[in-house]
């Protein structure tokens, strides 16, 4: 699944870095949010590749209510494996999801891998998640590469991944969109699994984002701290 705003020229690289994995067995499916360009690209990739599809919205949604809604509406069954690139990252591993497939293969519920802001291989946060951890209480650790069988997604309140208002999260949505799952793993007795492995390269580098919508690092920090004191609900 690909959020995608305003990164038509990072697209392509993000579909090679698909294209380039060892496990074959995948689908894209490239969510565009209200950029034009970015969708007429999606579109290209899309009429050469038929397990490629494309949607567009025309309303701002930003990334977490773009991937809900793309997840709620779509024909993808319980029993897959979702996987979230942010429309100007790309993998940097050719066996990310071969990585992945073993995980579930072995009883994972939701899996991730370490990610580099940086050709140097630095900047990295991801780790394991204790199985007696409460993870709205213990540092984030589920950053990208991040993935979730659909089967848990479904048995998510919603309410999750919304503010008091009913708005899906426009910033946090990592920790929004994961840490509820996580929660329900670790309550459940759930497998959940970290790959040491970097398989994902972050973009700093896009620009495109208009500057009234830029992350901010202490609204950012606000929301996360928001969604981990409010905690789970059922």
Same mark, same amino acid.
């Given at each position: 699944?690909?959020?995608?705003?305003?990164?038509?020229?990072? +697209?392509?690289? +993000?579909?090679?870095?698909?294209?380039?994995?060892?496990?074959?067995?995948?689908?894209?499916?490239?969510?565009?949010?209200?950029?034009?360009?970015?969708?007429?690209?999606?579109?290209?990739?899309?009429?050469?590749?038929?397990?490629?599809?494309?949607?567009?919205?025309?309303?701002?949604?930003?990334?977490?209510?773009?991937?809900?809604?793309?997840?709620?509406?779509?024909?993808?069954?319980?029993?897959?494996?979702?996987?979230?690139?942010? /429309?100007?990252? =790309?993998?940097?591993?050719?066996?990310t999801f071969a990585l992945l497939s073993e995980a579930y293969e072995r009883g994972a519920?939701?899996?991730?891998?370490?990610?580099?802001?940086?050709?140097?291989?630095?900047?990295?946060?991801?780790?394991?998640?204790?199985?007696?951890?409460?993870?709205?209480?213990?540092?984030?650790?589920?950053?990208?590469?991040?993935?979730? /069988?659909?089967?848990?997604?479904?048995?998510?309140n919603p309410a999750n991944f919304k503010d008091p208002n009913g708005v899906y999260f426009?910033?946090?949505?990592?920790?929004?969109?994961? +840490?509820?799952?996580?929660?329900?793993?670790?309550?459940?007795?759930?497998?959940?699994?970290?790959?040491?492995?970097?398989?994902? =390269?972050?973009?700093?580098?896009?620009?495109?984002?208009?500057?009234?919508?830029?992350?901010?690092?202490?609204?950012?920090?606000?929301?996360?701290?928001?969604?981990?004191?409010?905690?789970?609900?059922?």
């Amino acid at each position: 699944m690909v959020p995608a705003f305003r990164c038509s020229p990072y +697209l392509s690289d +993000l579909y090679q870095s698909v294209l380039d994995q060892s496990y074959q067995s995948w689908k894209l499916h490239i969510a565009v949010d209200t950029c034009q360009e970015s969708y007429n690209k999606a579109l290209e990739i899309s009429a050469d590749d038929n397990r490629v599809t494309c949607s567009f919205s025309k309303n701002r949604l930003y990334a977490l209510e773009n991937i809900s809604l793309s997840l709620n509406s779509s024909k993808i069954s319980a029993n897959s494996i979702v996987g979230i690139i942010d /429309g100007d990252d =790309r993998l940097i591993n050719p066996n990310t999801f071969a990585l992945l497939s073993e995980a579930y293969e072995r009883g994972a519920n939701l899996a991730w891998t370490k990610y580099t802001w940086d050709d140097n291989l630095s900047n990295c946060i991801s780790n394991t998640l204790p199985a007696d951890a409460n993870p709205y209480l213990y540092p984030w650790v589920s950053s990208h590469f991040r993935t979730f /069988g659909k089967w848990i997604y479904d048995k998510i309140n919603p309410a999750n991944f919304k503010d008091p208002n009913g708005v899906y999260f426009r910033r946090a949505y990592d920790q929004a969109l994961m +840490l509820p799952m996580l929660y329900y793993c670790n309550r459940a007795g759930l497998k959940t699994s970290f790959i040491p492995e970097f398989c994902y =390269r972050y973009n700093h580098e896009n620009t495109a984002t208009p500057p009234e919508e830029h992350t901010q690092g202490s609204y950012e920090g606000q929301l996360a701290q928001f969604i981990r004191t409010r905690g789970y609900i059922e």
